[in-house]
């Protein structure tokens, strides 16, 4: 239930990116799995936040990154299953997270 | 004619920098900030209390607890005879570092040497929104299961330091503690460990005594200088 802040966020870093354009068209956004955003959260409060600006009417796109792992030993990358962790290759117990957490706004296109 | 600007900002990158002032507030204060983060339920505030009861000889110490709504939390706390703040977050799932900069006007932060922070119960968006704090520690407990570290990866990945409350009643449930350690281990490899049970005491020394060692070492850096992980 945070993404009315989130996406206000979103607004204001994208209007400080227009550029002088008279019109934001399209917000390229990139959600990690584990970042606890909701895409149709945003997309509802997008509408309303975005009333009155040059960003209203903007279509959001998210590019949703799935949670990665990546083993020390082998070094190959692998998605958890949610049941265990290691490494399905070699069944290494040291990984580290790789990809997952992103929740940025890429690129914005303008009019 | 339409056109693409590149931006590439990190959508929270506003709460980041109140984060980093909250943070130097609190270092120049000479303040170690602990957020503890948990499900609901866990013990967060029977820990604050019982860690409040041990160490109150030791270091001066305050609460500010997060909380949807209701003053419960921080009035447990203030009956101890401790500062201690209430943000309710309306609705809100996380404390933000907006919320705490908020919070430490309402202290004395020049009283002070230890700041213990109840974040609200959940194991999802408290692990995305940095505080500003120097230290992050999750209180598991043994009736949510053994399977969270599976479930919940972010959050245990991100914390200093581990607590496994009501260890008094794991022989009820069917808590396998090699599983959910392996699963710890190895999202965080070396986490501090603490099994322990707010309501007999018992382990809570050892958690007592990494605190202590965090205080010692926040200390002798002198704020600043006080590495966070």
């Known amino acids: 239930m945070h993404e009315l802040a989130i996406t206000q966020s979103v607004l204001e870093i994208a209007l400080r990116h227009a550029d002088g354009a008279g019109r934001i068209t399209r917000l390229n956004l990139v959600v990690g799995d584990l970042s606890s955003v909701v895409d149709d959260s945003v997309s509802f409060y997008w509408d309303i936040v975005s ?15 799935r949670t990665r792992f990546r083993c020390n030993e082998c070094e190959s990358d692998f998605e958890p299953d949610g049941r265990v962790f290691e490494c399905p290759q070699c069944g290494g117990q040291s990984i580290q997270l790789v990809a997952g957490r992103e929740f940025r706004l890429e690129s914005i296109e303008v009019e | 004619m339409s056109r693409t600007v590149a931006v590439v900002e990190r959508i929270l990158s506003a709460n980041d920098q109140m984060a980093l ?5 609190l270092d120049a204060a000479g303040v170690l900030a602990v957020n503890l983060m948990a499900s609901p339920g866990a013990g967060k505030t029977s820990l604050i209390m019982a860690t409040v009861e041990a160490l109150r000889d030791e270091f ?4 500010v607890d997060g909380d949807l709504a209701t003053s419960i939390d921080a009035d447990r706390i203030a009956a ?22 908020g919070a430490l006007p309402q202290l004395p932060l020049a009283e002070l040497d230890l700041l213990l922070v109840e974040n609200v119960g959940n ?5 995305g929104f940095r505080l500003g ?11 949510e299961g053994d399977d969270k570290p599976y479930k919940y990866p972010g959050m245990y990945q991100g914390v200093d330091s581990m607590l496994l409350n009501k260890m008094d009643v794991l022989d009820a449930f069917d808590f396998d503690i090699d599983y959910f350690r392996r699963g710890v281990e190895i999202l965080n490899p070396g986490l501090a460990f603490f099994p322990l049970s707010c309501k007999t005491g018992e382990g809570l020394e050892a958690w007592l005594s990494w605190l202590r060692d965090e205080a010692s070492a926040f200390r002798a850096a002198g704020g600043a200088g006080y590495e966070i992980r």
């Open chain 1, 51 to 65: 009333q009155g600006t040059i960003a209203e009417g903007a279509t959001l796109h998210f590019e949703r990154i």
């Open chain 2, 21 to 25: 002032e909250n943070r130097s507030e």
């Open chain 2, 60 to 63: 001066r110490i305050a609460g």
């Open chain 2, 80 to 101: 101890l005879g401790v500062p201690a703040v209430q943000i309710n977050t309306g609705g809100a799932c996380h404390l933000d570092a907006v919320m705490l900069r």
């Open chain 2, 123 to 127: 194991l999802i968006c408290p692990s």
């Open chain 2, 133 to 143: 704090v120097h230290r992050n520690v999750l209180v598991a407990s043994v009736p």
